[in-house]
Each structure stands twice: as structure tokens, then as C-alpha cells.
């Protein structure tokens, strides 16, 4: 044999005993994965909650503001009603004619 072959088995040897090692993280890098992986998780379960709670916001300010519009527009229709049939009951007893909706 000669130094070049020698030289090369020694760096194969070395080398695979090395990559042997890095394989088997073992139970301490086992236990920090697992405590990044949690943490990971708690933060995307964090920012679903915030979202769903953003969405929740917004929908319900929507409805406040659409039921506050239908009241405001149902309010002035009762009262436009209530106008023109209280003008129409002075006109009745007079025997005029009704006077139509504005």
C-alpha cells in the first residue's frame, strides 16, 4: 500500500465515524426540537386567534352599522305614513280628496 491509499482509508474512516455522530442528535437536542416546534405552534395558534378575532370585529360593526341604517330608513318611512294618513283624516271628514304619499 502505498501513503496516497493509506491517506484516503483514514479520511473514509474518519469521515463516516464523524457523519455517524451528526445522525444521533440524541435526547438533549431532541428535547430543544421539541420546545422549538411547540413555540412555533403556540405562535400560529396566536395569530389564528387574532384573526378570527379581527374577522369577529368587523363583521359585527358591519351588522351594527346595517341595523342602524334599516332602523334610521324604517323610522322615516313610519313617519312619512303616519303624516300623510293624519292629513288624509281631516280630508275624509271634509269629504276631500286624499292627498297621495310624497
Known sequence: MNAKSLALIAVLALGS????????????????NAGSDTQHAATDTGHGISHG??????????????????????????????TTATRNVGRRVEDKPTVPNP
Open 53 to 82: 378575532t379581527q374577522k369577529a370585529y368587523h363583521k359585527t360593526t358591519s351588522g351594527t352599522k346595517t341595523g342602524y341604517h334599516k332602523t334610521v330608513n324604517g323610522t322615516k318611512t313610519g313617519y312619512h305614513k303616519t
Open 17 to 32: 465515524a464523524a457523519f455517524a455522530q451528526n445522525n444521533d442528535p440524541g435526547p438533549k437536542q431532541d428535547v430543544k
